[in-house]
DNA sequence: AGCAATAATTGAAACGTTTGTATTTTAGGA
DNA sequence: TCCTAAAATACAAACGTTTCAATTATTGCT
């Protein structure tokens, strides 16, 4: 039973393939009868398009490249989930679509970036999604010079617009301190990604800020940056128990490297709302269940990821980058008071 | 700049382009230094063989359908960090190939099985790998009955060989519960996968046995089946709270159980070491920041997954199916104790 | 009824491969 | 040198689509 092609139909219709293929895409120089009768027996015969002739006719590949940094290739640590959760808002935006989403795993930014030029090149994809942006990201550069369609999950310091996806991590970053401030913590650290990563900047941007309209300093190690796992969230607050002006609170990037400095705080007998705190942004409901709960800002990442996939099918098809664009507000939740108690 | 294709070559090389095709892949019918003449072009131009071509022509995909459940389609649970691992694993097998994966996401079994019958009445992939196997599962007789190369992750009670990858997750839970038995445990919770998944049927086994082998007899309500999140782990010890055999132990079968049950302990006072303990089956290395740390069986899911790439292409290359078939044993890492203390 | 304009359909080529068959070249003997 | 067998290459069709140009069918008007 060899599969239906539209060659099938055509002969069953009685027509040229051509006018079935026409049918098919709803074309106005067929008749509406016409169309009719060949969706019929299409449905019929349950005919489905082959994918590699249209490929290799159209020259499109309708299939999304998906350009991330696997967390846990090499490390063993724990990095979070997002991973997942991206990937699979993605693929829920694609459902129903032509496009297919192709998963390019690569280690690091140089390795992302030869991924992307390979795929630009060959014309391996029709649009692409990155993560990890920096500042002055060569990659979104090179695609923009090329007018190859994409869509970024965090936002760079491009003027040409781009489309994007992001969460607002300097004005949460901002509320967090101010947040931590407001209930007496003056000794806030902050755990961040790697400094290349333009969300670290955002966060750095919005903490500096928010203890700069307070009138407050603290020293420079009080930002730290690193990968956000368990064990580089435990090394940091190891890193400064016996600092100067010991930390009351810690703001996390993601509850990954929350946990570590839970994990930490237990080693090292620091009392959770006695001697310090802990709160975590980019939350995906873990930290609920942390020993003890803490205070989170949720990030909608089945949203924003799903806002991936949309637009990079939108930007294929012709829309503008500047119409696709989201920023999308973390939102706060409070498990605990995040006052020290006497 | 068009892209380079095969007809560049034979043009430039003087020959047609069915002796370059030869030359490509290497055919014994063409001379050796007429191969190196191609060769030598190709690189120099930059070829690569355009894939749309070769599958239309040879009705093969050169893709691999990873379908799989997606945890967190719908719920907002964490239901750990598997699925991640899993992808990466087969990616990286792949990488290198010509093959590439296509991840098709799934709700449920039966969607699963939608897909699957999809794939192969039109030719989708070249091969198939499931997760979420069940002992008498429908998706593997289709797929045996079609003959189209496929290989699970969790095994099934099926007579009829067929490529599988597992962690012996009957031997691992009798072990643990014999550990525990040693220790001096006699009332032990298994938490464990939904009733109807194989591994959940072997973990109940490897329990029920040990259990049996010492004489001991549990009340049947310790054997708790669910979703393995955060959330169920903790209703269940919640849900035992005031049991008449008040257990001391428990045995997750991942670590997102394994962080709800810890919660359970935080919000109802009970004391771990003290009052009770918990152990984790499938460790990835996040419980290691848990607080307290907890003894995990450790999974080597970069192993077990980068078999499951290897397994399916060279299933598809024609291996026949038993040998291709692989059990791991998860590694005990002992981090508490794990003896009550009065 | 005849004509032009338009609507609907057909034919054929093309996308980049592979592969069966036909053809040419080469090598080995006599 | 010529013939034969084997080796090397060329030719052409095919995979399933789309699309341009060409053809046929239909309509509206006088």
Redesign the pocket.
Same mark, same amino acid.
């Given at each position: 039973m060899?599969?239906?092609?539209?060659?099938?139909?055509?002969q069953k219709? @009685?027509?040229?393939?051509?006018?079935?293929?026409?049918?098919?895409?709803d074309?106005?120089?067929?008749? @509406?009868?016409?169309?009719e009768?060949v969706r019929q027996i299409a449905e019929e015969i349950g005919?489905?398009?082959?994918? @590699?002739?249209?490929?290799?006719?159209?020259?499109r590949t309708y299939s999304v490249a998906v350009v991330m940094t696997t967390p846990t290739t090499g490390s063993h640590e724990w990095e979070g989930v997002e991973y997942t959760n991206i990937l699979n808002g993605i693929m829920g935006a694609l459902r129903g679509t032509m496009y297919r989403a192709a998963i390019y795993p690569v280690d690091d930014f140089d390795s992302s970036f030869q991924e992307i030029r390979n795929i630009v090149e060959q014309r391996l994809a029709d649009g692409i999604i990155i993560s990890g942006t920096r500042p002055d990201d060569a990659r979104i550069s090179y695609m923009l010079e090329k007018d190859f369609p994409f869509v970024t999950y965090g936002m760079s310091e491009h003027f040409t617009p781009y489309s994007y996806v992001d969460a607002n991590s300097q004005q949460m970053s901002y509320e967090a301190t101010a947040r931590l401030l407001r209930l007496g913590h003056t000794n806030i650290v902050t755990i961040n990604p790697p400094d290349e990563l333009m969300y670290s900047k955002q966060r750095q941007r919005g903490y500096l800020r928010a203890l700069e309209d307070a009138g407050i300093k603290t020293p420079t190690d009080f930002i730290a940056t690193g990968p956000l796992t368990p064990e580089f969230g435990k090394a940091t607050v190891k890193a400064l128990y016996n600092h100067n002006n010991k930390p009351t609170a810690y703001i996390c990037a993601n509850e990954a490297s929350a946990l570590g400095v839970l994990s930490a705080f237990h080693e090292l007998g620091i009392e959770f709302g006695k001697d310090a705190i802990v709160n975590a942004t980019d939350d995906i409901n873990v930290s609920a269940y942390f020993t003890p709960p803490i205070t989170t800002y949720y990030l909608p990442i089945e949203e924003t990821s799903k806002a991936l996939g949309e637009f990079i099918i939108r930007r294929i098809e012709g829309e503008p980058a500047q119409d696709l664009q989201r920023m999308v507000m973390p939102q706060l939740i409070e498990r605990q008071d995040d006052r020290l108690k006497p």
């Open positions: 060899a599969r239906a092609t539209i060659k099938t139909i055509a219709a @009685d027509l040229s393939v051509g006018t079935v293929s026409r049918a098919l895409k074309c106005s120089s067929v008749k @509406d009868k016409t169309k009768r005919y489905v398009r082959n994918l @590699d002739g249209l490929r290799l006719r159209t020259g």
